[in-house]
């Protein structure tokens, strides 16, 4: 019988205790994976669905809420800029591409997102496609025509050609709100999917979001307004100028050069109107709290797995005290010492292997199913991709197994053949 067939009895002999160990095993090594492949994977879909943005514009306030707001639809916009502002800065002579952003109404619980064509021509690097393809329809040319996001139109069920109602707010009722029932807008276009929360968005122009909040300043500057929208616009030109002017949530800003750039930066939060953030050092920003609680369930996951070495041991100790006759009577049949130390240390590797791959196979499912649920409320594409740390961290879980026999070994290794013999 070969060393390995021997150890493998062992450990078949005492099922419950080996059980117990492989499930403490399984649970540190998933527990630790786990935390490394969602972190990994979540914090590349983050970067991935952020890469068309470059600097974003905003009102005072916080920088965070704004990048979330902007890029992920998410927590509630900051107050608006003027439209004066967003005019002056897409006129600066610094500034390659301002894209603006209205943002505040929603249908179904899908945000609204007022902004220009430019939008759409948004990309990640210069030599790259744009960003955004429609997969059917086309791009919306006059006020009230949305294209919608494709996570959006899966959801509300929105086909080309079909009318929608949105509600004030951004998390609007499921009932109907007619807050803008006297606007109703028409998909012209659906998005394909970007596997980012843009596909959460409904796009719609500008024009549409000033009508429909009866803002009038700078309407009759942008082009392609049907003499309709031209009339209604004049109607509402006619209300009490002393309204309060809403503007514009928030400007995508693409300068010309960095230097144009860092200078636009320094001059906006400089001022006292609006603030200007790069959203990678927000989200870097972000990273270092994710990081907090990633280190916070690493370290939970090593004490698991020095449970694990601790179950190891015992249950190895307590295995070697219990054979010491039966380990007498192999050496009397010729076993040798080393031998009898190959197979305690085979039996403390094959559990903690047998264990780290059941983790390994655990830590993917687990990652799976969470990932899923996030994939689907945010959009964010979290790939779950294979990482040579994951090696590392198996190889240190066995190691430490290893470690955990030696002592039992070095016990089998000197079993007195007498003393054990002698002591029925």
Not at 15 to 40: D, E, P
Not at 78 to 105: H, I, W
Not at 180 to 189: F, I, K, L, N
Not at 268 to 280: H, K, S, T, Y
Request: proline share 3%; with cysteine.
């Amino acid at each position: 019988m070969s060393l390995i067939s021997m150890a493998w009895r062992n450990i078949m002999i005492r099922k419950i205790q080996t059980i117990i160990t492989l499930i403490i095993i399984a649970v540190g090594v998933a527990l630790t994976l786990s935390t490394l492949i969602m972190a990994s994977g979540l914090k590349e879909g983050i970067v991935e669905a952020s890469k068309p943005y470059g600097m974003i514009v905003g009102s005072k306030g916080s920088a965070n809420q704004l990048v979330f707001n902007t890029i992920f639809l998410m927590d509630t916009p900051l107050g608006n800029l003027p439209l004066s502002f967003y005019e002056s800065l897409k006129t600066d002579e610094r500034v390659k591409q301002a894209v603006p952003f209205a943002l505040g109404d929603s249908y179904k619980g899908y945000r609204l997102v007022g902004t220009t064509g430019e939008f759409f021509e948004l990309r990640s690097k210069p030599s790259d496609p744009p960003y955004f393809q429609l997969l059917e329809g086309s791009f919306f040319e006059h006020p009230f025509e949305a294209v919608i996001g494709h996570k959006a139109a899966e959801a509300t069920g929105l086909q080309i050609g079909d009318t929608f109602r949105s509600g004030h707010g951004v998390v609007q009722a499921l009932e109907d709100d007619d807050s803008h029932a006297q606007h109703p807008y028409t998909v012209v276009g659906i998005l394909d999917k970007t596997n980012a929360p843009a596909d959460l968005g409904i796009y719609v122009s500008m024009e549409s979001y000033w009508i429909s909040h009866d803002q009038m300043e700078g309407l009759e500057e942008h082009e392609e307004v049907a003499h309709e929208e031209l009339e209604e616009l004049e109607e509402l030109e006619e209300h009490d100028e002393q309204e309060e002017e809403q503007g514009v949530t928030a400007v995508l800003v693409n300068p010309y050069g960095y230097i144009g750039l860092m200078q636009l930066y320094n001059e906006i939060n400089n001022g006292n109107q609006a603030q200007a953030v790069f959203p990678g050092q927000v989200l870097a920003k972000v990273f270092d709290m994710m990081g907090n609680g990633e280190l916070v369930l690493q370290y939970i996951s090593y004490v698991v797995i020095g449970m694990a070495a601790l179950t190891i041991f015992l249950s190895l100790y307590s295995s070697t005290l219990e054979r010491r006759r039966s380990i007498a009577i192999l050496r009397t049949l010729g076993a040798r010492r080393k031998s009898i130390f190959a197979i305690v240390m085979l039996e403390s590797f094959l559990v903690v292997s047998f264990g780290s791959l059941i983790g390994l196979a655990l830590s993917y499912v687990v990652s799976a199913g969470i990932t899923s649920v996030i994939s689907g409320q945010s959009t964010i594409a979290i790939a779950l991709t294979f990482s040579w740390d994951h090696i590392s961290v198996i190889s240190i879980v066995c190691l430490i197994g290893i470690i955990a026999g030696i002592i039992p070994a070095i016990l089998a290794y000197r079993t007195e053949v007498v003393r054990n013999l002698n002591s029925v």
